[in-house]
């Protein structure tokens, strides 16, 4: 599925603009490429993301979506300014059913948000990590590489068994 990823961003900010009217939800930058990949799917991340941006910082509070793209990756943070993650609970976090016990608690949460956006990007080939300083906020990253035409068919290469074909691999 073809989308402007741009028109996504948009989307999903506006969306979740009306969830959280006590924050101020800024958007910066504007990808305007045509991406392939699961556009419903890629929104919940982006939501997801938000969500907890919101969930976890104080009302009247910043919360900054930003992106950039270079030829090869789209990269997309969400940064807020609220009670942070401790550095030894930053490798769970993206985990079936986790939650940072103590202040998380006394918010709403499966712990699924992270788990299931974790597994989305995996798919897209994504990546993703955290920057995170307890009292100041979080920011989120993701990274979504952009798949070229041309450059697909110049470095793809077939695995083959006894003449049948097995997997396709893309080296970019
Ligand atoms: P839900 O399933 O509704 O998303 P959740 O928000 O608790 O529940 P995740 O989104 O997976 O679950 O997040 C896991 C945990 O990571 C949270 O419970 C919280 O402890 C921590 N966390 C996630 N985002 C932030 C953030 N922006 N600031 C501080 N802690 C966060
Ligand atoms: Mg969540």
């Known amino acids: 599925e073809q989308f402007n990823f741009a028109e996504l961003l948009n989307d999903s900010v506006e969306s979740m603009k009306h969830t959280a009217p006590q924050h101020q939800l800024i958007l910066n930058g504007n990808p305007d490429i045509t991406y392939d990949g699961d556009r419903g799917r890629l929104e919940q991340v982006i939501n997801n993301f938000i969500s907890n941006a919101v969930k976890y ?32 609970n930053l490798h769970k976090l993206f ?38 300083e307890v009292g100041e906020g979080s920011t989120f990253y993701f ?30």
């Open 143 to 172: 990274r979504l590489p952009i798949v070229q035409t041309e450059k697909q068919e110049v470095t793809r290469t077939a695995t083959y068994y006894r003449d049948r074909y097995i997997s396709i691999n893309y080296n970019k």
């Open 57 to 88: 910082s104080s009302a009247g509070t910043k919360v900054l979506i930003n992106s950039a793209m270079d030829q090869d990756n789209i990269v997309v943070s969400v940064q807020d300014f609220g009670i942070g993650i401790a550095k030894e």
């Open 95 to 132: 985990d079936r059913y986790y939650r940072v016990d103590n202040t998380s608690m006394r918010f709403e949460g499966l712990g699924l948000g992270l788990y299931i956006s974790a597994e989305i990007l995996r798919r897209h080939g994504g990546s993703f990590w955290i920057e995170s």
